[in-house]
């Protein structure tokens, strides 16, 4: 028999598992957040919601990024701000119009070091082709060696072309990647861990919303779109299947990831799927429809590495199950808790 | 001769006085961000930005708080971010809609003071009738006592009613506040120097949306409106002067301060007119209209010891002038550095 471990509300303090994205996360927006702030919009619990503002539907979100280091190959915490909102917009369905940036500095931050973020943040909107329309800045008393945490905001309109609905996900049903998995969480954690791989490990953070309306216009029937971030390709796909109650079956020779990744993830102890990533698609489309969506994300810069890595089906009850390269099967869960504090 | 002090960008550093919205605050942002992220939209460096979204124009903005205490006589970090950011979009001329919120917690916040603040937001969201629709949490690693940040972007749709324009303003327009002044950065400043005034110092931090609404409802031409937040109603006034090109002649004995923050200002050595508050509004109404703007004000709960304070002039150079009670003349001006660090 398992006993359950009780907490005592009155002592109970917030853990560095609790902004893992996984299991404890979950846990702390349902009971901590949701029963108080609860409303339509927010219950949906997607990546953003859809406000109506005299008639017009404006899709919002918010996320905040307190990745450490600042500095990373492949990327930076402004680069990650602004990718970040972008792609929950487009994977909602939206056609991301603005952005709005809060920064909180740290007493003793480089001047040059914010510097060199600011101008990632406006290379990488102006990559995405996204204003940056509003800002705040607040500092903080120094505690570290002067650190920075970023919120970035965004608005759009609805793409005409997006049918986004976990609701339309059925058995056979074809599961997409746009690329190979688990570069950005390696990458922080390999700096971290003082580990330098020799090799092309970086973060993938890049804006999609070029690629997503490219897959919107296409004609496929594209059902529905994530981004895996924190909880990686595994939470995304245990999300997908909890709350369309199917069950998915992926491949893992399917799975892009490169040598260096897997090496990578072998002498850091992580499993790539739970890794996250910031440049990345996972699509569900109509069996019929796979191919043309592939060949979509192939002709596109951020998609080359794209791949069918599974499909959609009416096993019961509802899971994801990996088939691994030797024959077997293994479920895949939504990570517990804090795998990589801090990654994004 | 005064030599300017010359600085090393290399070993430049941020400094607390950065964030204390006062003239440090604004070369931060002119030097720093503008070069680099300048458009049309962030420019104009109000409160928010308009933009369109399928042709429907949309105010959109963002606040970060970093305010400790987190609980203090009259509110909490929660309350202040719900309003702060209502307010930013009321005065912008917006009708709020919607709110989303960033929480970054610091490992080892006590579970039940996170569920105060959440409780907090939740009446405040309900007080000021916009919804919390979209949020984002994240954890970072303990240092202190276990803390938390928030950042609140908005969007709304522009009121119908509101032409709001600060170069619409000429001399003549006179400038009214919606209430006592200071209450909420000397409660702040109270409650850190351990100064307990048995008394009702409290903050005033208030959802003003639905003033804002009856002032561009009621025929009067308003032309500009402004919450008096960082900085406090020196910064407002010094902002519309340099913006518009005017002068301001306020009166001190006009101005609504209670003999209780009058009393905390002198003991804390600050300048009631400099201090933040988080539920006042400045306006600046056409002559003729000032004593329907101050009934439609007096008229609130909100607005209850709003009062007229001073008016526009063309005394060249533009400057913000204090006519004092016994009959002095002094320069008001934006304040420089950090006054009052983390008090939003």
Not at 139 to 161: D, Q, S
Not at 219 to 235: N, V, W
Request: with cysteine; charged share 20%; net charge negative.
């Amino acid at each position: 028999m398992i006993a359950r471990m009780t907490t005592n509300r009155s002592t109970e303090r917030v853990m560095l598992a609790h902004g893992g994205g996984g299991e404890l996360t979950g846990r702390l927006i349902e009971e901590h957040f949701l029963p108080k702030l609860s409303n339509p919009a927010l219950s949906t619990l997607t990546d953003g919601a859809i406000v109506p503002i005299n008639g017009t539907p404006v899709v919002f979100t918010t996320d905040s990024f307190v990745v450490t280091p600042l500095e990373f190959p492949g990327g930076d915490i402004g680069r990650l701000a602004v990718c970040g909102t972008v792609n929950d917009l487009a994977v909602m369905g939206a056609i991301p119009t603005a952005l709005s940036l809060g920064i909180i500095l740290e007493e003793g931050l480089p001047m040059d070091l914010l510097d060199r973020v600011i101008a990632s943040i406006a290379r990488s909107a102006q990559e995405a082709d996204v204003p940056v329309v509003t800002g705040d800045t607040k500092v903080i008393e120094r505690r570290g060696e002067g650190g920075m945490y970023i919120n970035t905001a965004g608005v759009g309109g609805l793409h005409p072309g997006a049918h986004l609905d976990l609701a339309r996900i059925v058995p056979g049903d074809v599961v997409l990647v746009s690329g190979t998995l688990a570069d950005h969480g390696l990458t922080i954690m390999s700096v971290r861990a003082g580990i330098a791989f020799d090799s092309d490990l970086r973060s993938d953070a890049a804006p999609l919303n070029e690629l997503v309306a490219r897959l919107l216009e296409c004609g496929a029937d594209i059902k529905f779109l994530r981004d895996p971030t924190r909880g990686g390709l595994a939470g995304v796909l245990a999300d997908i299947s909890a709350r369309a109650n199917v069950s998915i079956e992926i491949n893992e020779a399917s799975v892009p990831i490169t040598s260096t990744a897997r090496h990578a993830a072998e002498m850091l102890g992580l499993d790539p799927l739970s890794v996250a990533n910031e440049g990345k698609l996972v699509c569900v489309v109509a069996h019929d429809d796979a191919s043309k969506a592939l060949k979509i994300l192939h002709a596109h810069r951020h998609g080359k590495q794209a791949a069918i890595i599974g499909r959609v089906t009416d096993a019961s009850p509802p899971l994801v199950e990996l088939r691994t390269r030797i024959g077997g099967r293994r479920i895949v869960q939504r990570p517990y808790g804090e795998e990589l504090p801090r990654i994004c």
